[in-house]
């Protein structure tokens, strides 16, 4: 399967620690996304990359976030100084068009508990 | 301000009768319409999507929306329910304007789930 995927698929981590996700897109996408789901709630979106460039960024993602796509293929995504709101499923992304002509194709997530 | 709303949390559907899982939108313009299923230990998945023309969209796995501009609804539908068709199912917006045009907004989710 050459989806999207995520790693890990669950952090533990202390609060104040710092923690990163990776996401691997589907290899032809040129357009990466990450969202936020906290339970009971929809996905958030926090960031948008096409190829290596960062094109938007949400208010949710505050200074202690931070995305990076150096090559334009894999992201990562850095949650500095946790705090117990940070808490959530972090949803990654891809596609070949743009949102409102294309799908978007997810990965599994990757779900943080900060005790 | 750009939002969707799901205002039920769960539908409970007998298996081979027609569902309907909700879906209300607010957003200036015209939007960009989507529904996605999230099946448990799975990643979200495009089911559909509503950009122009006719008002009846067709999709995955035998569902349909239809939006509705007066009633701003894009209601999913599917006329005969599997037990399969038991998931988490979001309705999703992305306005024409340039805010946010590369991001979805989300809606709360509604949990179907269809009975034997």
């Known amino acids: 399967d050459t989806g999207v995927s995520q790693d890990p698929r669950h952090k533990i981590t202390k609060r104040g620690q710092n923690v990163t ?5 589907i290899s032809e996408h040129n357009r990466l996304y990450w969202y936020r789901q906290t339970l009971g709630q929809g ?3 926090l960031t948008y990359f096409q190829n290596e460039a960062q094109l938007e960024k949400s208010r949710l993602l505050s200074d202690r976030f931070s995305a990076e796509r150096p090559k334009g293929s894999f992201s990562t995504l850095e949650i ?3 705090e117990q709101g940070d808490s959530a499923m972090y949803l990654c992304a891809s596609s070949l068009r743009a949102v409102k002509t294309g799908e978007l194709f997810f990965g599994e997530g990757s779900r943080l508990t900060v005790l | 301000a750009q939002s969707v709303a ?9 298996e081979g009768n027609p569902l309907t899982v909700k879906c209300t939108y607010s957003v200036s313009g015209n939007p960009y319409l989507f529904w996605y299923v999230q099946y448990p230990n799975r990643g979200l998945q495009f089911l559909l999507k509503y950009i122009t023309g006719d008002n009846l969209v067709k999709g995955s796995y035998g569902f349909e929306a239809e939006f509705n501009k007066s009633q701003t609804s894009f209601h999913l539908k599917k006329p005969s329910a599997l ?3 038991s998931a988490l199912y979001f309705c999703a917006v992305r306005p024409l304007d340039q805010t946010g ?3 979805l907004f989300f809606g709360t989710g509604t949990r179907l789930t269809v009975i034997p």
């Not at chain 1, 996700?21 to 897109?25: E, L, S, V």
């Not at chain 2, 799901?6 to 007998?14: I, K, S």
């Open chain 1, 80 to 82: 500095q100084r946790t």
């Open chain 2, 6 to 14: 799901q205002p039920e949390d769960q539908v409970n559907v007998a």
């Open chain 1, 43 to 45: 996905p958030e979106f």
């Open chain 2, 101 to 103: 045009a590369n991001n």
């Open chain 2, 83 to 85: 037990v399969s068709d």
């Open chain 1, 21 to 25: 996700f990776r996401c691997d897109p």
